[in-house]
């Protein structure tokens, strides 16, 4: 074979190598594409199934909403939504917007059921409004034996989010404290951390509430770093204020994106949050 002949035989087989290199790294560049196109498709469709899902398609004792149908519905204002467990446990976190009874007269603990006749005065006597409850999940019965209580009453429009608090605080996050509970919790539960989500001056380096931790929205990722957060337990107890209520809610909602578990917020003012923590309780800020 003479030399040129060679050089072209070379040339042919370079040619093809790195055709099929080519090709190949084509082909795995569309491998790639197709898999984060899939991951991101089943993540679209994971979290549509958990926020547009119900616990039971059962309508006994009534029908169900989903998390999303819940958001929009308070977004709306458009239903009247009750929290069915106990009022000490709603003041300690509840879903923000929702409104609570006292319990059944005559009924257990065990049995525990909100008291129908306080839910007909709240909404006026209007037997046809739109109500939504909640409680613990799907395991909880005590929006079912509320809801039956409702429907024998002559209730027409009663729907339960079975889902309830849980998975509300797990898809959505923040919770809301009530003050009889901010109270409870300073004094009894020295693990948890007091965040507030005032900008740093001069007037507020912990110094209107002692323990608080000052922690402007801003710096939650710093926080993960320099021990303001605990990032060695998730489930901590954090307990948001602010000089406004939104003010709380939006630090509120930044902690509880870094998966932390058990944030709420205080909605009112940093006076009214001191206030209700040493008002009348005959104990002072150093105790």
């Excluded at 898999?35 to 926020?51: E, M, P, R, V, Y």
């Excluded at 169900?64 to 929290?83: C, G, H, M, Q, Y």
């Excluded at 007269?105 to 059921?113: F, K, L, R, V």
């Excluded at 939650?220 to 489930?235: F, S």
Aim: glycine residues 6%.
């Amino acid at each position: 074979m003479s030399y040129r002949s060679r050089s072209e035989s070379i040339r042919s087989r370079s040619c093809s190598v790195l055709k099929s290199n080519a090709a190949t790294a084509i082909l795995f560049l569309l491998i790639g594409l197709l898999g984060i196109l899939s991951t991101a498709a089943f993540a679209q469709a994971a979290s549509a199934l958990l926020n547009d899902g119900i616990v039971s398609t059962s309508t006994n004792p009534t029908v169900e909403v989903s998390t999303n149908e819940l958001k929009a519905i308070l977004a709306a204002n458009s239903a009247w939504v009750f929290d069915a467990r106990p009022t000490a446990e709603y003041a300690m976190s509840h879903i923000p917007g929702a409104l609570n009874v006292a319990q059944k007269p005559g009924t257990p603990t065990s049995e525990y059921i909100s008291d129908a006749a306080e839910i007909e005065r709240t909404v006026g006597g209007d037997k046809t409004a739109s109500i939504v409850l909640y409680c613990n999940g799907p395991f909880c019965g005590k929006t079912k034996r509320l809801a039956s209580d409702l429907l024998a009453a002559g209730f027409t429009n009663v729907r339960r989010y079975q889902a309830g608090a849980p998975v509300w605080r797990a898809l959505v996050g923040t919770m809301e404290i009530e003050a009889s509970a901010v109270k409870d919790v300073w004094f009894n539960d020295r693990t948890a951390r007091i965040c507030d989500a005032r900008p740093v001056t001069g007037e507020n380096r912990g110094a209107n509430i002692p323990r608080s931790i000052v922690l402007p929205v801003n710096e939650v990722l710093a926080a993960k770093d320099d021990g303001r957060l605990p990032m060695e337990d998730h489930n901590t107890r954090i307990i948001c204020f602010g000089e406004t209520g939104a003010q709380a809610k939006a630090l509120a909602d930044e902690i509880s994106k870094n998966a932390f578990h058990n944030v709420t917020f205080f909605n009112g003012t940093a006076e009214a949050f001191r206030e209700a923590i040493f008002h009348e309780t005959g104990r002072t800020a150093g105790n």
